[in-house]
């Protein structure tokens, strides 16, 4: 070799060349399908918000039909009923669902998961026999770093398990769970302390009552693990669980619960130890409006 | 000069093609099923296996190989045969492949990690336990067996009476026993609900009436998901900051991995020390 100077600077530039032209493309496919995916999305949350703006205006109309009618003259003497008949309990009519369109295009969204105030507006994928499949794809099945939250296979929405436990990436970006750790400070807590889940049947909405770092440990290792816990069939088991979450906690969020809640935990990857997670838990309050079955309208010209 | 452009030129085009968009499209012709056979080696003091076959070799003649191999390479349509005859042997941990057949023979009571088998049979006067959910799972006399997942098809095969003992931690699709030689059905019950299926050594069943049903049901059933077997809630302890230990894959649970991919950063800070280096010498070389 007469210049073997010349021959490993030549070689080194054709290394740097290779690596930096890898990355470049890269990054623009990551960009193009970041792109693509929040575009998709962005639809899907545009068709919502029309839905619940029409499903309020629907009932400011109504409320307001029903105060003017109160307010006109009666004319009519009401005739005295014989007995005193029982007022029926109002029972709320089911609504359309706001994320109809997006659950008619794609069956795998189990639910659409909201922090109002937070980016957390995503919908949440549920395939049982492909836990991961969703890890590394957007919604519409083409590849996407984000990923799509996923609800773990050994959750489920019907029948409710106690826990329901939503993984996602943190992302730089700030997508996805990229925000989650913003949980760490008590004041964000306070003021971003509802969530709310979108599914099929119904709005559930939840309460921050833990927020914690977690790992994940080894099969062996004989502690408490958050991701392990989804159904509570004893008192027991639902108060291992709620002892050790709450003595976690970062803070105290003032939010109790007892054996019969559900919980919504949040979960995603963070790096003071190897396999870091944080996990932020919320229980189930009182529900929002029950949805009529997601089904396909029928064409207008039918 | 020309052929380092040239060389260039062709890696910058072989690059392209590999990341073009459409390359996930491509695909590798999945290999043929093959059947391993595991057994316990006391005097290897650990699991073995050996493949393209139904019977363990103990002769030397064949070679066996550690069972972390095993993990790395078992697929969907492949088999395993498991034979023990060692009390106290450590559980065997198959990994997470859901696979197309496990058969077990075991002398010794055996625990055995899965993630997920399609046809599980359990032979004549063996001790098991079966982590992860079968499709299909027959059961021979004199076993006993405790599998932990979801079951969709129980089969018992029995002589006169049923003389195994079989528990599911799981949900039972349809439990079906029945006597080979007599033509005689024992048990076709359908729609266990999770962990209430199980049958006693005397063959009876113990599991309570409103537990399952006796017709099948109309659709599917759908397994209700199930907690993983845990430890004693005596045997936990508060979590605690394990220190990083990099090691094995297999070793933790199995969590979805949601970090970010650090790949281009990687990529640009090796690009970049290249190309540092490369005008170093080049410079150093006029010097």
């Not at chain 1, 706001?98 to 069956?107: C, I």
């Not at chain 2, 030129?9 to 499209?25: D, Q």
């Not at chain 2, 057949?101 to 010794?108: E, F, M, P, R, Y």
């Not at chain 2, 006993?144 to 528990?167: A, R």
């Amino acid at each position: 070799m007469k210049h073997p100077r010349t021959f490993f600077s030549i070689l080194l530039a054709c290394i740097a060349a290779v690596c930096l032209i890898i990355a470049g493309v890269l990054m623009i496919r990551q960009n193009m399908n970041a792109d693509r995916s929040r575009k998709s999305l962005d639809l899907l949350r545009e068709s919502a918000e029309v839905s619940k703006e029409a499903a309020l205006s629907q009932l400011s109309s109504e409320s307001q039909e029903a105060s003017a009618s109160v307010s006109e003259p009666v004319q009519e003497t009401p005739m005295p009923s014989p007995a005193p008949t029982a007022t029926p309990e109002p029972v709320p009519e089911p609504v359309e669902n706001p994320y109809r369109d997006s659950f008619l295009a794609n069956d795998d969204m189990a639910a659409w998961i909201q922090i109002p105030d937070t980016p957390v507006d995503y919908p949440v994928m549920w395939t049982p026999e492909d836990e991961e499949y969703y890890l590394l794809r957007g919604f519409d099945k083409k590849s996407d770093n984000n990923g799509c939250l996923i609800l773990d296979t050994d959750s489920c929405l019907d029948p409710l398990t106690t826990n329901l436990i939503i993984h996602g990436h943190n992302m730089k970006s700030g997508a996805m769970f990229g925000r989650l750790t913003d949980y760490e400070d008590a004041a964000f807590c306070e003021e971003h302390r509802n969530i709310i889940l979108y599914t099929k049947e119904l709005q559930r909405n939840y309460e921050v009552i833990a927020v914690f770092r977690s790992q994940v440990y080894k099969k062996t290792d004989p502690v408490f693990k958050y991701y392990k816990f989804f159904q509570a069939q004893s008192q027991e088991e639902f108060d291992d669980f709620y002892q050790n979450i709450k003595s976690l906690s970062l803070y105290d969020t003032g939010v109790t619960a007892e054996f019969g809640d559900h919980f919504l935990t949040l979960s995603t990857c963070v790096y003071h130890v190897d396999r870091g997670r944080f996990v932020v838990v919320a229980k189930e309050v009182e529900s929002g409006d029950r949805y009529q079955p997601v089904v396909e309208k029928e064409s207008q010209n039918m | 000069m020309k052929k380092i452009k040239n060389t260039i030129t062709l890696l910058t085009i072989a690059a392209m093609l590999f990341l073009l968009p459409e390359s996930s499209c491509l695909k590798a012709f999945a290999d043929e099923p093959v059947t391993y056979v595991v057994k316990y080696l006391p005097g290897e003091n650990g699991w073995r296996y050996q493949d393209n076959r139904s019977v363990f070799d103990e002769s030397g003649s064949v070679i066996s190989w550690e069972l972390y191999q095993l993990r790395e390479v078992l697929k969907a349509g492949d088999t395993i045969v498991v034979y023990n005859d060692t009390e106290n042997a450590p559980d065997l941990d198959l990994g997470s492949t859901r696979f197309a057949n496990l058969t077990i023979s075991s002398k010794a009571f055996s625990i055995i990690h899965t993630g997920g088998v399609q046809d599980c049979f359990v032979m004549n006067n063996s001790f098991c336990a079966v982590n992860g959910d079968v499709t299909n799972a027959h059961v021979y006399e004199n076993s006993v067996v405790n599998y932990n997942g979801n079951v969709q098809e129980l089969q018992i095969h029995c002589g006169d009476k049923i003389t195994s003992s079989v528990g599911v931690g799981g949900t039972v699709g349809h439990l079906y026993a029945y006597s080979d030689s007599q033509a005689q059905t024992f048990f076709d019950l359908y729609n266990f609900q999770a962990g209430s299926l199980l049958i006693d050594q005397e063959g009876k069943l113990t599991t309570p009436d409103w537990s399952y049903s006796k017709a099948p049901a109309s659709q599917p059933v759908q397994p209700t998901p199930q907690p993983e077997v845990q430890q004693q809630p005596e045997a936990q302890q508060p979590a605690q900051q394990v220190p990083a230990s990099g090691g094995n894959d297999d070793e933790y649970d199995a969590v979805p991995k949601t970090g970010e991919s650090n790949l281009i950063v990687w990529l640009l800070c090796i690009g970049g020390l290249c190309l540092c280096g490369s005008i170093a010498l080049k410079r150093a070389g006029r010097g």
